[in-house]
């Protein structure tokens, strides 16, 4: 071995100083071979089949994490979708004690989130997969560590707007089932256009039904480094070299979360999965995919010029990576949820970044409007709307879009929520208040682009 | 097979996957014949296995780096060495230097043989560390393979 003094100091610089960890392994588990003609033993099966299959994870992470000097934080499992596992149409009831007997296991393989409360209705719903839907805010209301997505779209099938404009009545509904906790349940809530079936990242993670029986999907992160590095750049640096010195960042934390991921794996015994190589950021201090594009030259994160610096990122993020592993997926780019991000909330709060800035840069970063506190009076025929904004920029550009809005119950903009933990805080912002409601209430699909036709 | 018969055989395999048909046949045989003559002259029967449980020892090996960095005082290499050694962890390499008034120390340790797992040493290093100040990390070597080298 020949490595040389500053290589080493890098590294150590990286995970001490800069929050290099790796965000999160999750354990992604089918659950087809739990399925039974009744809802509460396929639950009594899921739990099983969960707490023999995870039952090593946390440890083996920690263990890991402990021969390499860097931090595994999350320990997660995803699960094929539900509404596909549960089947027949259930009552409210009966869907949240099956929701409570999975919450409870997670809690006992102690894991802080699991996702999979999940529906794929891009295309129609079934008579059991509106009543799963039904369900969620219940389900959200009443368990703390499940996580819910919907898909509505793909550029494949088109945008179903029933699903839309049923998810905005479902964002509210689960709003204010949990006014009491800041409107919580909508943090763990994401409708999605073309949901990855891979992606190791709450609230959005499902094992999806074209994955085999369990895999390992790691999520790697450092907004932080990638931050230092862009700053270390004199201001005579072109644009072409800031790409370039994000591509080699996210090359070295890629192949170190390939090489903790694949670790674990083995030592669990399941298969490697993917690599999502994300710049999730967290509300801690230096931390934040903002203070990036601050760091390339703009003033404040919300400026003009805010959308262009976010698309050199994420391109260069998915090079340095696309390099750097062969098992890339995921969502795989940079994440920009609002109230995660120290900066970015910051930058909310002062009013200097909108929500139109926001709808604007997820064009090219890699999720969506994410993580967004919006006022209470907010109609769910406007958050349907929002959602059918963001999800056509996901089927028009073929890419994953997404949208976790905090539509909190009596907030007002400029009120400020705190969600705890990862999580962080938000200010309320504005949205447009004219009526969008003839458009969604039209309902049927808006037919697939003509993108899709590609065969 | 004697030595010098064993020598020849590996000679004649990679001299003739190397020039093959591009040399006449007897001016092979009399590059084999020289080279087969020479190694066996140059290496006693001795040296041979020494070579062989060096290159062994070397497949088996498995490094970690020991970085300690802080403020410098008196008996630090002492200390973390002393660890190293009750815990049969072999020092490959050292590096050791004042950066602008912090003391850094780096060692590349052969954790093969070592009595503890990487963790457990961390946890002595950690005692060391509270005492002294210090910061002190333990990293498996693949983890800069990994970072550094394609």
Redesign the interface.
């Known amino acids: 071995?020949n490595?040389d003094?500053f290589?080493?100091?890098e590294?150590?610089k990286m995970s001490?100083l800069e929050n290099l960890d790796v965000r999160t392994v999750t354990l992604g588990i089918n659950l087809f071979d739990c399925v039974t003609g009744s809802i509460e033993t396929t639950a009594l099966k899921i739990r099983e089949k969960m707490l023999s299959r995870g039952s090593g994870l946390v440890e083996t992470a920690d263990?890991v994490a402990?021969?390499?000097?860097?931090k595994i934080v999350n320990k997660r499992v995803s699960l094929t979708p539900l509404s596909l596992v549960f089947g027949r149409a259930c009552s409210v009831e009966e869907y949240v004690s099956a929701a409570r007997i999975l919450d409870d296991a997670a809690k006992e393989l102690g894991i802080d989130f699991i996702g999979g409360y999940s529906a794929l209705v891009h295309k129609g719903i079934t008579a059991a997969e509106s009543a799963f839907i039904e369900s969620i805010p219940e389900v959200l209301a009443s368990t703390s560590r499940l996580c819910s997505s919907v898909n509505v779209a793909t550029t494949k099938s088109g945008i179903n707007m029933d699903a839309v404009l049923r998810m905005g009545h479902i964002v509210k509904r689960t709003a204010e089932l949990t006014a009491d906790r800041q409107a919580i349940g909508c943090a763990k809530l994401v409708v999605f256009a073309n949901i990855p079936e891979d992606n190791p990242f709450m609230a959005g993670s499902l094992h999806g039904p074209g994955e085999g029986d369990c895999a390992l999907n790691v999520g790697v992160s450092g907004p932080g480094v990638v931050h230092r590095a862009v700053e270390s750049l004199p201001h005579n640096a072109d644009l072409g070299l800031v790409a370039d010195t994000v591509k080699k960042t996210a090359f070295?934390i890629t192949?170190?979360g390939?090489?903790?991921g694949r670790e674990v794996a083995k030592e669990l015994g399941v298969s490697f999965g993917t690599l999502d190589l994300s710049l999730a950021p967290t509300p801690a201090i230096g931390d934040s995919v903002a203070d990036i594009l601050e760091a390339m030259g703009l003033e404040a994160c919300g400026t003009h010029g805010t959308t262009a610096a976010l698309a050199l990122l994420n391109d260069a993020v998915k090079k340095g990576g696309a390099f750097a592993s062969s098992f890339v997926g995921g969502l795989s780019g940079a994440f920009i949820p609002v109230s995660e991000d120290a900066t970015m909330e910051l930058r909310a709060a002062e009013g200097r970044l909108t929500f139109d800035k926001l709808e604007a840069m997820t064009a090219v970063c890699s999720v969506g409007l994410d993580m967004i506190a919006i006022p209470g009076s907010t109609t769910a025929d406007t958050i349907a709307a929002i959602i059918a904004d963001e999800i056509s920029i996901g089927v028009i550009n073929s890419k994953t879009t997404a949208v976790r809005l905090l539509p909190v119950p009596g907030a007002v903009p400029g009120d400020e929520i705190s969600l705890g933990g990862l999580l962080g805080r938000a200010r309320i912002i504005p949205v447009h208040t004219e009526s969008a409601s003839l458009f969604v209430q039209r309902g049927g699909m808006i037919p697939a682009p003509i993108q899709s036709l590609k065969n | 097979m004697d030595i010098k018969a064993r020598i020849e055989k590996s000679v004649r395999e990679s001299v003739s996957e190397e020039l093959g048909s591009s040399i006449h046949p007897e001016k092979l045989e009399t590059v084999i014949g020289r080279i087969t003559e020479r190694l066996a002259t140059l290496i006693t029967p001795d040296e041979l296995v020494l070579l062989k449980i060096k290159q062994h020892r070397d497949l088996r090996k498995e490094?970690a780096?020991v970085?300690v960095?802080g403020e410098d005082s008196v008996g630090i290499v002492a200390d973390v060495t002393r660890i190293l050694a009750e815990n049969r962890a072999n020092i490959e390499g050292m590096?050791q230097?004042i950066v602008s008034g912090y003391f850094?120390l780096?060692l590349?340790i052969d954790i093969s043989g070592m009595k503890v797992s990487?963790?457990e040493l961390?946890k002595l290093m950690d005692q060391v560390a509270d005492r002294k100040h210090l910061?002190i990390?333990?990293?498996?070597?693949?983890?800069?393979?990994?970072?550094?080298r394609i």
């Open positions: 071995m490595f003094v290589e080493i100091l590294t150590i001490a263990r402990g021969r390499y000097g860097v070295k192949r170190m390939e090489l903790v | 490094m780096v970085s960095i590096n230097a850094a780096i590349t990487i963790d961390q910061k990390y333990i990293q498996h070597e693949n983890i800069f393979t990994s970072m550094n």
